[in-house]
């Protein structure tokens, strides 16, 4: 089925029940007639955006709201005289039969007031779910969020793969420390439940107010940031080191208490781990960005965080 989109007027609301004119977002009516990712991409269209991502996006960041979905008995394509009430109920998370979908989209940019006579209100409806369209939208969503993380990963990795990267798994040993939770996409969050929630370091098993080092070659001059992150990684730690353009060494959970901020010189003690921020257990969390992106640490740079010892090259 060719997917359709469409603004639909059904009767007309009273003036004194459009209380929306006062409200920076207004509600349309959007009428979605094909499954799974045309739906998605119809609703979009419909909705003002340019794709799927884009409808997202605004819908993450308030631009956008789905308020509500009545994807069952409106406007059957079947015979007009049957009973809505008599067909079987679909339960909350199966999917219906395929007939059009009315999705209503609050909306940034206020409508006159001829289109404001037009909103339209539902009876029957599931509140915040699109059946087909935005339930596909959104699982492949999170596929796309994990490809072009690989994908960008992988163009920055550039410079690293020069120097043959090696990051550590879980369970392996750096330094005498068993390494608890690798650099990755995390099928979901630890600590809230969140799918698809990427880990952009390495987690070492480590007993609160062990000594952190500067990493850098010997007699490097390294600039150190101490700030608090409201993310969930507590205390952090940024090293920049002269020998390393482009790279900051990151250490996340540290104690509140011993942080040397400001100038110092490679394996020189600059804090100490802790356990600040979110977590699951005690534990030092190693962390490596270049050019502001965060890629595989590296075991010689978590090696010399933890030991002082310039990195191996």
Not at 13 to 32: D, F, G, I, M
Not at 34 to 44: D, E, F, I, L, R
Not at 133 to 149: D, P, V
Request: glycine share 8%.
């Amino acid at each position: 089925m060719t997917p359709h989109s469409s603004f639909k007027p059904s009767e007309p609301l009273s003036r004194s029940s459009a209380v929306r004119r006062n409200e920076p977002k207004q509600p349309c009516r959007v009428t979605v007639s094909a499954p799974g990712w045309h739906g998605a991409k119809a609703a979009a269209l419909a909705a003002g955006c340019s794709s799927v991502s884009d409808l997202l996006e605004k819908i993450g960041s308030g631009e956008l709201a789905v308020i509500e979905s009545d994807a069952i008995a409106l406007d059957p394509l079947h015979n007009p005289t049957r009973n809505p009430a008599a067909q079987p109920s679909v339960p909350f998370f199966q999917s219906p039969p395929p007939l059009p979908q009315h999705i209503h989209i609050h909306t940034a940019t206020p409508v006159d007031d001829d289109t404001e006579d037009a909103l339209v209100s539902s009876t029957t409806s599931f509140p915040k779910l699109i059946i087909t369209g935005l339930c596909a939208a959104m699982i492949i969503s999170a596929l796309l969020y994990i490809a072009n993380r690989l994908i960008s990963t992988n163009l920055i990795l550039d410079r690293e793969s020069i120097e043959n990267i090696i990051t550590p798994k879980t369970g392996d040993i750096v330094a005498g420390y068993e390494v608890s939770d690798e650099y990755g996409i995390r099928p979901f969050h630890p600590v809230t439940g969140e799918p698809n929630v990427p880990h952009n370091g390495v987690d070492l098993a480590m007993d609160i107010g062990t000594p952190i080092y500067a990493v850098g070659q010997v007699g490097d001059p390294v600039t150190v940031k101490c700030w608090w992150d409201d993310g969930g990684g507590g205390w952090v730690v940024d090293q920049i080191a002269k020998s390393y353009p482009g790279y900051t060494f990151q250490s996340l959970h540290t104690s509140e208490k011993g942080c040397q901020q400001g100038a110092a010189k490679a394996g020189e003690r600059i804090a100490y781990s802790g356990n600040s921020g979110l977590g699951t257990g005690v534990h030092y969390d190693f962390r490596v960005k270049i050019d502001g992106e965060y890629v595989p640490p590296a075991t010689k740079y978590l090696e010399s965080a933890v030991t002082g010892d310039p990195p191996q090259e």
